[in-house]
């Protein structure tokens, strides 16, 4: 009768803990419920980053989550499904914008909703609200380290084809205008060495007619005399206004000889860089002519990015499990831990309090004075948490298990049928203390979510009743499990951390 008792006392409270834990489940998870809210979708160049259940949310509050992410049908672009809160209102004019979360990775997406009156092409427009099923058309992606280094390659030879022009140019037209106002300048001068031997022939010819027509011409002369030193005023101040100009025509042609001669100057270091650009030497060249270096920062990148998706794809999934075996009278308790890298393969890690306790042997020699050397083994159980750590691998239906059960060598399978509710498992392990193998079979099923499952099953399926501490041997059970994902732990740690602030309060 206490047996009766004490499994039903086990499996009501298996049952109100299933209860109150799915109520807080539904009661802390922010997310929209399935089926519920509003569908919309938008195309991306670059979905790496966004997965399932990613967060959407606006000014820094969630309005939803990503419910689905495909490859497009139409393009070969990447079609991001997300599921908007109830209540939430967006406009064709909204703008979702893809940011980092953390270093390692993680996106998010984060939409602006728009508003009922919007611009366009510079006048107001009224602006129609999304409909469940409807595309946004405003998407911005940050970019991409690998379009920075393609423009930069553009750019490069467009920046030698320029420099390649300057020294041309300069080179050329400039040095030919150069040489021609220095021409200009000699020819000039002699004109003008001309001019004045002309004159002064011309007062030759004035003085013979002077010695032939002396009191005729006399006057005239005086005329001559006055227009003379007009013209001699003149010439001098011409030849001054000539001497300043050329001056200052030296004094510009020096500094432009100067300013060619620092261009070609730079325009040699310029060609020198280039030339050891093109022959790969010094970092920079190396770096631009040797493709080592950039499959070995490929392969960098690769290996950073596969890391970095592996770290950002790894979900943790927590475990409580309880059974009540009953040839026993007492309770077995499971704490597990499975990390899952990706879909087809996880690990698994789990405290063991089992009431048969961690069974050891002891073997002793024991001298005899009336005869020879006698060998004792002692088996006995030691109330210890037992561990395990098994490698999963799925295929379809069926997943494989094998490694440390329960602290001692062991493996194991699991069937999943309608759709992970209903999940069979065997386990074998633990030969060292016992005739045969230590045989499991269990049956765990899930009435709604696979938050809370009911199990039953066997133990020590083989062996017959023994006693070891606690007792071992065949034994049946029945018991409850509560598993937790990521998203689960987080609702869980926001609604416990809220209530402890309050009591502390």
């Given at each position: 009768?206490?047996?009766?008792?004490?499994?039903?006392?086990?499996?009501?409270?298996?049952?109100?803990?299933?209860?109150?834990?799915y109520?807080?489940?539904?009661?802390?998870?922010?997310?929209?419920?399935?089926?519920?809210?509003?569908?919309?979708w938008?195309?991306?160049?670059?979905?790496?980053?966004?997965?399932?259940?990613?967060?959407?949310?606006?000014?820094?509050?969630?309005?939803?989550?990503?419910?689905?992410?495909?490859?497009?049908?139409?393009?070969?672009?990447?079609?991001?499904?997300?599921?908007?809160?109830?209540?939430?209102?967006?406009?064709?004019?909204?703008?979702?914008?893809?940011?980092?979360?953390?270093?390692?990775?993680?996106?998010?997406?984060?939409?602006?909703?728009?508003s009922?009156?919007?611009?366009?092409?510079?006048?107001?427009?009224?602006?129609?609200?999304?409909?469940?099923g409807?595309?946004?058309?405003?998407?911005?992606?940050?970019?991409?380290?690998?379009?920075?280094?393609?423009d930069?390659?553009?750019?490069?030879?467009?920046?030698?084809?320029?420099?390649?022009?300057?020294?041309?140019?300069?080179?050329?037209?400039?040095?030919?205008?150069?040489?021609?106002?220095?021409?200009?300048?000699?020819?000039?001068?002699?004109?003008?060495?001309?001019?004045?031997?002309?004159?002064?022939?011309?007062?030759?010819?004035?003085?013979?007619?002077?010695?032939?027509?002396?009191?005729?011409?006399?006057?005239?002369?005086?005329?001559?005399?006055?227009?003379?030193?007009?013209?001699?005023?003149?010439?001098?101040?011409?030849?001054?206004?000539?001497?300043?100009?050329?001056?200052?025509?030296?004094?510009?042609?020096?500094?432009?000889?100067?300013?060619?001669?620092?261009?070609?100057k730079?325009?040699?270091?310029?060609?020198?860089i280039?030339?050891?650009?093109?022959?790969?030497?010094?970092?920079?060249?190396?770096?631009?002519?040797?493709?080592?270096?950039?499959?070995?920062?490929?392969?960098?990148?690769?290996?950073?990015?596969?890391?970095?998706?592996?770290?950002?794809?790894?979900?943790?999934?927590?475990?409580?499990?309880?059974?009540?075996?009953?040839?026993?009278?007492?309770?077995?308790?499971?704490?597990?831990?499975?990390?899952?890298?990706?879909?087809?393969?996880?690990?698994l890690?789990?405290?063991?309090?089992?009431?048969?306790?961690?069974?050891?042997?002891?073997?002793?020699?024991?001298?005899?004075?009336?005869?020879?050397?006698?060998?004792?083994?002692?088996?006995?159980?030691?109330?210890?948490?037992?561990?395990?750590?098994?490698?999963?691998?799925?295929?379809?239906?069926?997943?494989?298990?094998?490694g440390?059960?329960?602290?001692?060598?062991?493996?194991?399978?699991?069937?999943?049928?309608?759709?992970?509710?209903?999940l069979?498992?065997?386990?074998?392990?633990?030969?060292?203390?016992?005739t045969?193998?230590r045989?499991?079979?269990?049956?765990?099923?899930?009435?709604?979510?696979?938050?809370?499952?009911?199990?039953?099953?066997?133990?020590?399926?083989?062996?017959?009743?023994?006693?070891?501490?606690?007792?071992?041997?065949f034994?049946?059970?029945?018991?409850?499990?509560?598993?937790?994902?990521?998203?689960?732990?987080?609702?869980?740690?926001?609604?416990?951390?809220?209530?402890?602030?309050?009591?502390?309060?």
């Amino acid at each position: 009768m206490r047996r009766s008792w004490a499994a039903a006392t086990v499996g009501a409270l298996v049952l109100v803990v299933g209860a109150l834990t799915y109520f807080l489940i539904k009661v802390t998870n922010e997310r929209a419920p399935s089926g519920q809210g509003m569908v919309v979708w938008g195309r991306f160049k670059d979905a790496a980053g966004l997965f399932q259940k990613s967060r959407v949310q606006t000014a820094g509050i969630p309005v939803g989550q990503i419910e689905k992410r495909e490859l497009d049908p139409d393009m070969p672009l990447a079609r991001i499904t997300v599921r908007i809160l109830p209540g939430i209102k967006l406009w064709e004019n909204a703008v979702v914008s893809k940011k980092s979360a953390s270093l390692l990775g993680e996106f998010y997406l984060e939409i602006d909703p728009g508003s009922p009156v919007g611009i366009v092409a510079g006048e107001k427009r009224a602006m129609r609200q999304l409909q469940d099923g409807d595309q946004l058309k405003n998407i911005r992606e940050p970019t991409g380290m690998g379009d920075i280094m393609t423009d930069v390659g553009t750019i490069l030879p467009i920046m030698k084809d320029i420099l390649q022009d300057v020294r041309t140019l300069t080179s050329g037209p400039i040095a030919s205008a150069a040489e021609n106002v220095n021409k200009m300048i000699e020819t000039n001068s002699t004109v003008l060495e001309s001019v004045l031997t002309r004159v002064d022939h011309i007062a030759g010819d004035i003085d013979s007619i002077t010695h032939s027509e002396s009191d005729n011409i006399r006057v005239a002369i005086k005329n001559v005399r006055d227009i003379t030193e007009s013209i001699k005023t003149l010439v001098g101040t011409s030849q001054g206004e000539v001497a300043e100009t050329g001056t200052a025509m030296r004094s510009s042609l020096q500094k432009l000889q100067a300013t060619v001669d620092n261009l070609d100057k730079s325009l040699k270091n310029v060609e020198t860089i280039t030339s050891r650009l093109e022959k790969g030497e010094g970092t920079a060249g190396r770096l631009l002519t040797d493709d080592t270096i950039a499959r070995n920062v490929e392969d960098i990148t690769d290996d950073a990015s596969g890391f970095i998706r592996g770290v950002t794809k790894l979900q943790t999934i927590v475990g409580l499990r309880t059974e009540y075996n009953f040839l026993s009278g007492q309770p077995k308790e499971y704490l597990s831990v499975m990390l899952v890298p990706r879909p087809d393969k996880f690990y698994l890690i789990e405290l063991v309090d089992d009431p048969r306790g961690l069974r050891e042997q002891v073997i002793a020699n024991v001298d005899s004075p009336l005869g020879p050397t006698r060998t004792t083994t002692t088996t006995y159980s030691v109330n210890k948490l037992k561990f395990t750590f098994q490698i999963g691998k799925t295929y379809n239906i069926f997943t494989g298990r094998f490694g440390i059960k329960e602290s001692t060598g062991g493996f194991g399978l699991d069937i999943h049928l309608l759709r992970d509710h209903l999940l069979v498992s065997a386990d074998m392990f633990d030969t060292l203390f016992n005739t045969w193998p230590r045989l499991q079979g269990r049956i765990a099923w899930a009435p709604y979510q696979r938050y809370f499952y009911l199990l039953g099953g066997v133990d020590d399926v083989i062996n017959k009743r023994q006693k070891y501490g606690s007792g071992g041997g065949f034994d049946w059970f029945l018991g409850g499990q509560l598993v937790f994902n990521d998203e689960d732990l987080k609702s869980l740690l926001l609604f416990g951390g809220s209530a402890v602030g309050g009591a502390a309060k």
